[in-house]
């Protein structure tokens, strides 16, 4: 039960984008499709702050890597393409002013899905600060690490790796991670060559 909140967090911010297409010429549940993210980043730190008091350590990180490993290939995709449209926005096209709106809502909307994961990741920190598992230096630079695109993964990955917690799960997504940002290198380089 005190999973479902992350489980249905990741779940949001996947089909969030899907959602505003179908609703067609509704434009207030396109806006509400598109804010239902946000909404549930404050929903969780809600949650957090009432009833995740009272969760042990394990449970809040168990709730953070759920949202964080969930999340991987979300940023993974939603990276390419705002790097993409980005580099498009550079070149003399027609609508290149276009590419660079694209870039900038993707970005926002990116981050505010970055701060809605945030909550339950701080609350483990506090917690794990609190018990002296984690020293308070590091708990303070994994908590400003969780406001950083990419540094949020890799500092729960370091932390749960160190507190050996779901420690071959870690290294599983670690190493997924690893070889799907070389595909995605080889697949960049090989456009160059062949171009």
């Known amino acids: 039960m005190t999973y479902i909140l992350p489980v249905l967090y990741v779940i949001v911010s996947y089909t969030f984008f899907l959602l505003a297409v179908h609703f067609g010429n509704a434009i207030t549940l396109q806006i509400v499709s598109i804010l239902l993210p946000f909404i549930m980043g404050i929903v969780n730190l809600i949650v957090v702050l009432t009833v995740g008091r009272k969760w042990s350590r394990k449970t809040l990180l168990n709730c953070t890597l759920i949202i964080k490993y969930g999340l991987i ?97 870690t290294i599983a997504v670690f190493c997924a991670m690893c070889l799907v940002l070389l595909l995605i290198v080889l697949y960049v380089v090989m456009t160059l060559i062949g171009a």
């Open 73 to 169: 290939p979300f940023y993974l995709i939603g990276g390419s393409i705002t790097v993409y449209v980005t580099l498009m926005a550079f070149f003399p096209l027609p609508l290149m002013a276009l590419f660079g709106l694209v870039t900038i809502v993707f970005l926002i909307l990116g981050y505010g899905i970055l701060l809605g994961a945030a909550p339950y990741a701080i609350a483990y920190l506090i917690k794990s600060c609190k018990d002296g598992i984690h020293p308070k230096w590091l708990a303070v630079l994994a908590g400003i690490c969780q406001f950083f695109f990419s540094f949020d993964v890799l500092a729960m990955m370091v932390l749960t790796l160190k507190e050996r917690h779901r420690v071959k799960t």
